[in-house]
T-cell receptor, first 110, second 114 residues
Framework: NAGVTQTPKFQVLKTGQSMTLQCAQD?????MYWYRQDPGMGLRLIYY???????DKGEVPNGYNVSRLNKREFSLRLESAAPSQTSVYFC?????????FGNGTRLTVT | AQSVTQLGSHVSVSEGALVLLRCNYS??????LFWYVQYPNQGLQLLLK??????LVKGINGFEAEFKKSETSFHLTKPSAHMSDAAEYFC????????????FGTGTLLAVQP
């Protein structure tokens, strides 16, 4: 049982490049989330999807877009990466509390 | 606005000593509260949760936490630290059932000295 799987694990981008972070869960959860983790700031919610076909903004959505491709998959896209988006990105899923997290994608934007 | 505050970004204890990690929350309604642990280069794993009922909650690896409404606290404790407990710990809270409104604390990095 893999749980929540994120790809890639590491990525380096140049300013202005685009990329998509992939997330898939095999727990049949309805809700999925994207967080970013920055030192001294804990985790902040970027976007979430309460159910297949719906997405909503979280606390820090600017510069990101998401797609809930189906019940299993929830992707996060950076259209034009900026150094301020250097962070560790976590995908999570749930059916109510608690959240189940993937192992993260470490993104560096130079 | 709701908030979760973890006191102490770094805590160091000796192996075998008591572990106490502090978490306070602000909420106008009793929240759901969680402690998560993060080992290096991994995601967050649930240690324990408080939703309703018994205020003393036991979790994995010998950790427990007590919900104290009068003190708006949910401190994490373990009687005897092991080297394997070295990790970062996050407290999180939010209104019951609304996981999209979960607020995370800034984390406490626990070091365990031999």
């Amino acid at each position: 049982n893999a749980g929540v799987t994120q790809t890639p694990k590491f990525q380096v981008l140049k300013t202005g490049q685009s990329m998509t972070l992939q997330c898939a869960q095999d727990m049949n959860h309805n809700s999925m989330y994207w967080y970013r983790q920055d030192p001294g700031m804990g985790l902040r919610l970027i976007y979430y999807s309460a159910s297949e076909g719906t997405t909503d903004k979280g606390e820090v959505p600017n510069g990101y877009n998401v797609s809930r491709l189906n019940k299993r998959e929830f992707s996060l896209r950076l259209e034009s990466a900026a150094p301020s988006q250097t962070s560790v990105y976590f995908c999570a899923s749930s059916d109510g509390a608690p959240l189940h997290f993937g192992n993260g994608t470490r993104l560096t934007v130079t | 606005a709701q908030s979760v505050t973890q006191l102490g970004s770094h805590v160091s204890v000796s192996e075998g000593a008591l572990v106490l990690l502090r978490c306070n929350y602000s909420s106008s309604v009793p929240p759901y509260l969680f402690w998560y642990v993060q080992y290096p280069n991994q995601g967050l794993q649930l240690l324990l949760k408080y939703t309703t009922g018994a205020t003393l909650v036991k979790g994995i690896n010998g950790f427990e936490a007590e919900f104290k409404k009068s003190e708006t606290s949910f401190h994490l404790t373990k009687p005897s630290a092991h080297m394997s407990d070295a990790a970062e710990y996050f407290c999180a809270g939010g209104p019951g059932g609304a996981t999209n409104k979960l607020i995370f604390g800034t984390g406490t990095l626990l070091a365990v000295q031999p």
